[in-house]
């Protein structure tokens, strides 16, 4: 019986966790959002909402209907035309074009920053340059480059002319990018020399060279000098970045693209699978993103120094890197390497210099800060900082507990944002001068997102019952379809429940006040003695203790239970792993959430299985306990440990 062929049809949850916390006085007080009205209007007219809040950006012409959903297809402010380059450049440049809208830090030390009027003359010269390239409206253009200004920038040049991107994590390898390339079709890849890695160059032409070998649709490569290596230029199709721009001039009119024109495509391989072309589109994506990263990271464009920690590659980055943050007129920091390089305060040493004011992250981060321990952001001065974020992952209640403590000094709300590359903005999440947080929930849906919680059968589950979350109402920047494979699209996320209810794939569970909090993929859900228990309770119950930073939890068959619970755990620096403690670990897992959860086995490993984005690939850890081969690896980061594991596996502490 495995967790993954069994029905699941709700999930036990266990953990409680009871804490509360107000939003602090004094950021209430200076907050956009300061009480509930803004949920009741939206619930109260869905459309109407929308529309007010799409008077924010400019229209070259205006829109006929809100919203049309015809399930599981949907469409937003039809009729209406925009252009998302200009949204988030020319209306700034004509008010304040002095703004720096990046700050921008690489990992060596150089600096740049970048005013509105900069950016927008950056933009405007490469997107002539892509004209004369022969890019065309619709045409898709592949971007795979390391954190530099010219990230964004060719993002709002392909923008600018109504040409789609697809940007390809530069931390990915050449056959990630040659399938990609593939997929899109894309006729221009846009790369540079190299990109910096904690110290070490990151060859991101030399893989480019061999993904394009077999990708007969790239006709031109454009190349952006960032480490200075020699690499070697193809004559005819590789062309230098520098050279291209700088006969350009930066006037360039913006194409005006339908609401509903494809703006990128992005793709998403989870932590299974072939990857998917996520396609979001231009009207209804850059008012979702822009709206709920005024509301949710409470932007004061004047005042505030927003840091985004992810990387642009990735949708966190597309939407509150670039579009939500310029859309809305924000100054940003972006950094380009490693948070331990060349020391592991590297962070908030930026933060310090630049007197951020938000800072968005993710758990798997907040995780490692956790295990190298305080001393490193006490080194700097934090209090500049006034709001916190996370994505990515559940964050488990003490690592929200020590971002809370440790980065916001008790003094900054923790906003828990639930989302994915397919929803493209934020769907679950506090607002932070009304919302009471509870460390490891994600708390209430945004005004107008209607999530619910279902059974095997479609069926609510009763409060603190955990079952497939699932969204019953459209909202604005949801993706259109999976490129080139409409029926993957109502196969995958509308077919489970009926055609007009969307399936995340997550587990989730609300509480007896409607909060809702996260349980993780519902294909890591385990089955011991009877009960379904999702891996991050049992993770959040060792977190829990004070020895541990990070945990991850799977299944294997047992004879008795059905599935016993293995833990790989990861040890804060300078706590020494020995039978005492693993013995002590069991016993507090049976203590926070009952002796069933107690782990069969538990592995002490210096480090977890992760995704390029960070995320604990319990897939592969389940191959291990199981003693099976590995299953698909070509989406993990950090190989070796996997193998480090394996033999620790072999000599693993069993009860
Ligand atoms: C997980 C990232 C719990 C979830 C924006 C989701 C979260 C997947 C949270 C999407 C959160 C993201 N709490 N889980 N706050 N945020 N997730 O596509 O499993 O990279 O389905 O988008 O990350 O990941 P993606």
């Known amino acids: 019986m495995s967790a993954v062929s069994e029905k699941v049809l709700t999930i036990d949850a266990l953990l409680e966790e009871h804490r509360v916390i107000h939003p602090p006085a004094a950021f209430r007080a200076g907050a956009l959002v300061k009480d509930d009205r803004v949920y009741e209007e939206a619930d109260r007219d869905l459309e109407g909402f929308w529309a007010r809040e799409a008077e924010r950006l400019d229209w070259f012409r205006r829109w006929r209907r809100v919203c049309k959903w015809d399930p599981p297809w949907v469409k937003w402010f039809l009729g209406g035309r925009l252009n998302a380059a200009h949204n988030c450049l020319d209306r700034h440049v004509a008010t304040h074009p002095d703004r720096v809208a990046y700050f921008w830090e690489g990992e060596p030390g150089d600096t740049r920053r970048l005013t509105y009027r900069e950016l927008h003359h950056e933009v405007g010269r490469f997107a002539n340059a892509l004209r004369r390239l022969g890019v065309r409206r619709g045409d898709r253009v592949a971007i795979y480059l390391g954190m530099v200004p010219e990230l964004p920038v060719a993002m709002l040049a392909c923008a600018r002319i109504g040409a789609v991107h697809s940007v390809v994590f530069g931390g990915f390898a050449a056959d990630a990018l040659r399938d990609r390339i593939d997929d899109a079709d894309a006729e221009v890849l846009i790369t540079a020399d190299g990109s910096w890695r904690r110290g070490k160059v990151v060859p991101l032409k030399a893989s480019a060279d061999e993904a394009v070998k077999a990708c007969p649709s790239i006709r031109t490569v454009v190349v952006v000098r960032r480490t200075g290596e020699k690499v070697p230029m193809t004559p005819g199709r590789d062309l230098w970045y520098d050279d291209l721009v700088k006969a350009e001039t930066s006037d360039c009119p913006p194409e005006e693209m339908d609401a509903e024109d494809p703006l990128y495509i992005l793709y998403t391989s989870g932590t299974t699978g072939k990857p998917k072309g996520i396609l979001h589109t231009t009207g209804g ?40 943050p310029l859309a809305n007129g924000t100054t940003s920091i972006l950094y380009e390497g490693a948070p331990d390089y060349p020391d592991k305060d590297r962070w ?226 300078g706590v020494n792993g020995d039978e005492t403690l693993i013995a002590e670990l069991r016993e507090h897992v049976a203590k926070k959430i009952g002796k069933l959860a107690r782990p069969h086995a538990i592995v002490l490993s210096a480090d977890l299985p992760k995704t390029r984005s960070g995320k604990i690939m319990r897939r592969l850890l389940r191959d291990v306990a199981r003693g099976r081969a590995l299953g698909d690896v070509t989406t993990l980061a950090n190989a070796e440990v996997v193998e480090e594991i394996r033999a620790l596996a072999r000599t693993r502490h069993e009860e």
């Open 285 to 324: 994506y850059l008012l979702g993103v822009s709206t709920t990263h005024r509301l949710i990271f409470d932007i004061h464009p004047e005042q505030d120094i927003y840091w985004c920690a992810a990387d642009i590659g990735w949708v966190t980055g597309h939407s509150y890197i670039v579009y939500g």
């Open 348 to 573: 908030w040493s930026i933060a310090e210099k630049y007197q951020a004011t938000i800072l968005y992250t993710a758990p798997t981060a907040i995780r490692a800060f956790m295990k190298w321990g305080p001393e490193y952001p006490a080194r700097h001065d934090l209090s500049s900082l006034r709001l916190l974020g996370t994505v990515g992952e559940p964050i488990n209640p003490e690592a929200w507990m020590w971002y809370w403590k440790a980065i916001g000094g008790e003094r900054c709300p923790v906003v828990d944002t639930w989302w994915q590359t397919e929803t493209g903005m934020i769907l679950i999440t506090p607002l932070p001068g009304v919302t009471r947080l509870k460390p490891g929930s994600a708390t209430r849906p945004f005004p107008g997102v209607q999530p619910d919680i279902l059974d095997e059968n479609g069926n609510q589950v009763a409060p603190n019952q955990g079952g497939y979350l699932v969204l019953r109402r459209p909202w604005p920047a949801q993706f259109r379809t999976i490129y080139g494979s409409p029926e993957r699209y109502v196969e995958q996320y509308f077919s489970k429940f009926g055609k007009g209810i969307y399936l995340t794939g997550d587990g989730a569970k609300r509480d007896d006040h409607g909060d809702f909090w996260l349980l993780g993929r519902i294909d890591d859900v385990m089955n011991v003695a009877g009960h379904r228990l999702s891996t991050y309770e049992v993770e959040s119950a060792l977190v829990d203790h004070p020895a541990v930073a990070e945990s991850a939890v799977v299944s294997r068959p047992d004879p008795d239970a059905g599935e016993a619970i293995v833990a790989f755990v990861t040890l804060k620096a």
